[in-house]
Each structure stands twice: as structure tokens, then as C-alpha cells.
């Protein structure tokens, strides 16, 4: 697959809201060892929403859509996670302004952008234990990709293998930001849900775009 279209990319949304809530119970298994046990119900409930929406109406624009998910993420989630993914978005979708159709590249720049709102809003870096540690080396390794010619399918893979590596990191991270930052060393041993959710968003828009 070499581009995406507007409609294609509501269709991967949406694929992306039915991974995210199909993984609510592990989620909330995860979060379970270091924070209040939540963070599936929250992920899906905010990810159902934006289902409903983007199912609802058709969009002229790809700055469009990702705006309404950003709002609705925002708004429906709750806590601290809905305005941090709902920055995922609001970044990408100031990326993806005045495009029809995103290749490699353009996705790339998109996460990127979705990247530099996130740690603006939330002030993490890599190695603070956040979704960062997943969302940072996927989007390397998606630039990568596109910069070496590889299409839309390849590049996403790419990004969603980089980004498991990242969440598989948080193990042996001391998390500094949220509750688990309290835990201090307790925290070890226990793959980040916030990163494990970013994952699944990733993996989503890679299986995606494989089996267009």
C-alpha cells in the first residue's frame, strides 16, 4: 500500500478504536501493578467514542477527522491520558492540513508532529516510562523506512515492531511521571500500559494498511 486516502484513513481509525477496546481487560491488568487499574476503561471508553463518531459522517478532509478524534479522545477519556492522546492527534492532524492522500513520508511527519505535542503537553522524554518509550523509536523507525523508498505497508510495520522493542524497554524503566512514579524500583518488571496502549494503536494502523 502505497498511499492512504481520506476515507481509508477513517476506515484504519476505526480499526483502531475496535484493537484498543478489544484489549480494555489487558489494559487494566496492566496498569493494575503500578497505578489504580483503569487505564483499559479509560483507553476504551475513549477510542468506543471516536468510533461512533467517525462512523456517523463521512470527512472531506484528513485535518478534519483527526481534529474530531483529538477532541472526542480528549473530552471522553478522562484523566491525564485523554488530553495526552488527544495531543497525539491534534498534532497530527496540524500535519496532515491541506493533504488528500498521506504516502510513508507524510505519515511519518504526522506521528512526528503527534510525538512533539505529546512530550510538549505531558513533559516526558524517553526513558520516563510513558507511551514516549513506544511513540519515539516508532516514528524513527517509520522515517526510516520512508527515507529508504519503502510504501506505506513496510513503513508502518516497521514502526509497529520498534514500538513493541519500546514497550518491552518500560520493563526495566523506573517510571517518573504519573502515580507509578511514587512505586519508584516497584515499578520494574512491568511493561508500561500507557506505552502498550500506543502499541496497539500502531499495530492497528500497521495490519491496517497490510491487509489493503
Known sequence: M???????????????????AAEERRLCELDSFVGDGDHGVTAARGFRAVKKVLESKRYQSMEELLDEAAETLSETMGGAIGPIFGSIFEGAAESAAGR???????MGEMLEQGLKEVKMIGGAKEG??????????????????????????EALMRAADAGAEGVEATKKMVAKKGRAKFLQEKSLGHQDAGATSMWIVLKAMSDYCAGK
Do not use: H, Q, W, Y
Request: glycine residues 4%; proline residues 2%; aromatic residues 2%.
Open 100 to 106: 488528500s492522500r498521506l504516502t510513508a513520508v507524510e
Open 128 to 153: 520516563d516510562r510513558t507511551l514516549v518509550d513506544c511513540l519515539a523509536p516508532a516514528v524513527r523507525a517509520l522515517k526510516e523506512a520512508a527515507g529508504f523508498g519503502a510504501d506505506l505497508s
Open 2 to 20: 502505497n498511499v492512504i486516502t481520506v476515507e481509508e484513513l477513517r476506515e484504519m481509525m476505526i480499526c483502531v478504536c475496535d484493537s484498543v
